[in-house]
T-cell receptor, first 114, second 118 residues
Framework: ETGVTQSPTHLIKTRGQQVTLRCSSQSGHNTVSWYQQALGQGPQFIFQ???????GRGNFPPRFSGLQFPNYSSELNVNALELDDSALYLC?????????????FGSGTRLTVV | AQKVTQAQTEISVVEKEDVTLDCVYETRDTTYYLFWYKQPPSGELVFLIR??????QNEISGRYSWNFQKSTSSFNFTITASQVVDSAVYFCALHTNAGGTSYGKLTFGQGTILTVHP
């Protein structure tokens, strides 16, 4: 049973650019959630994808978007990067949207916007 | 709105001391789950425990124990005989189904940095 893997591990982008972060979910998990963790803070919910559709979103602007693919992989896209987007981005996979089976988190992608 | 408060920003102890990490939560939902996660320097969140709102039994797992009290909306975590390997950031999190929708999300506290000195 594989866990959740995220790529890349680190990334440096310039303000205004676009970035794509990738996540490979745990086998059998049909739900993926993305979280943003600023330095010294707890993770904040960005959105959740269930069976390839966004079914919930936190307080993040539309320039944060995502995709989920049939093979359980997913992407987080951020357009028009701002300095405040610098953070650790965590992907979490789970089964059927709920907490019953728990969430498996990846190690994250650390994004730095300069 | 959901809220989780971890009042202790940093705790420093010497190995073999017991340490308790506090967590207080707010929610209007009657059904919810509470989690504790450990975040080592590598970044991933390591699952420690999940407790649903209907189960107030305390739990012990090795050196770890958890005290859930609905009356005070608290879910505290105690490490007995701490070890250097316990050094990490610990997060308490509340899981609810937002507004009765089908999806759920975790609301995290700010985290407590635990340092265990040899």
């Amino acid at each position: 049973e594989t866990g959740v893997t995220q790529s890349p591990t680190h990334l440096i982008k310039t303000r205004g650019q676009q970035v794509t972060l990738r996540c490979s979910s745990q086998s059998g998990h049909n739900t993926v959630s993305w979280y943003q963790q600023a330095l010294g803070q707890g993770p904040q919910f960005i959105f959740q994808y269930y069976r390839e559709e966004e079914n919930g979103r936190g307080n993040f602007p539309p320039r944060f978007s995502g995709l989920q693919f049939p093979n359980y992989s997913s992407e987080l896209n951020v357009n028009a990067l701002e300095l405040d987007d610098s953070a650790l981005y965590l992907c979490a996979s789970s089964l059927d949207q709920g907490p019953g089976t728990g969430y498996t988190f990846g190690s994250g992608t650390r994004l730095t916007v300069v | 709105a959901q809220k989780v408060t971890q009042a202790q920003t940093e705790i420093s102890v010497v190995e073999k001391e017991d340490v308790t990490l506090d967590c207080v939560y707010e929610t209007r939902d009657t059904t919810y789950y509470l989690f504790w996660y450990k975040q080592p320097p590598s970044g991933e969140l390591v699952f420690l425990i999940r407790r649903n709102s209907f189960d107030e039994q305390n739990e012990i797992s090795g050196r770890y124990s958890w005290n859930f009290q609905k009356s005070t909306s608290s879910f505290n975590f105690t490490i007995t005989a701490s070890q250097v390997v316990d050094s990490a950031v610990y997060f308490c999190a509340l899981h609810t189904n937002a507004g009765g929708t089908s999806y759920g999300k975790l609301t995290f506290g700010q985290g407590t940095i635990l340092t265990v000195h040899p």
